[in-house]
């Protein structure tokens, strides 16, 4: 509830009641609100403590994304120099083959 819900209703009961039983309505009243406040500090550890957990669960998605990024970057790349290599032998075999 609202806090001033409460108000209304402790308002409510002044008109009513005794002196102690005002201040006793009073203290019911923020007694009430604390709970409130209390629960949804609760509440919000919660959701901040979710939050968290899937942070940590997308970095691991994310970093074993990047390192399966870079594993087949590295494998092309050594691709790419064998057939560098392959070409340039096939180059020299060609020169050998002319000048004999």
């Known amino acids: 509830m609202k806090p001033t819900i409460y108000l209304l209703i402790a308002c409510a009961a002044f008109s009513s009641m005794s002196c102690n039983k005002q201040k006793n309505a009073i203290d ?4 009430a609100q604390k709970e409130e406040v209390d629960l949804r500090k609760e509440q919000v550890n919660a959701a901040a403590d979710k939050a968290l957990l899937q ?9 074993a994304q990047i390192d399966a990024n870079n594993r087949a970057a590295q494998a092309q790349l050594n691709a790419d120099k064998k057939i560098i290599d392959a070409e340039a032998d096939a180059a020299k ?6 000048i004999k």
């Open 93 to 98: 075999a060609k020169v050998d083959a002319e």
């Open 55 to 63: 942070t940590e669960k997308n970095a691991t998605i994310d970093k």
């Open 28 to 31: 019911e009243v923020k007694n």
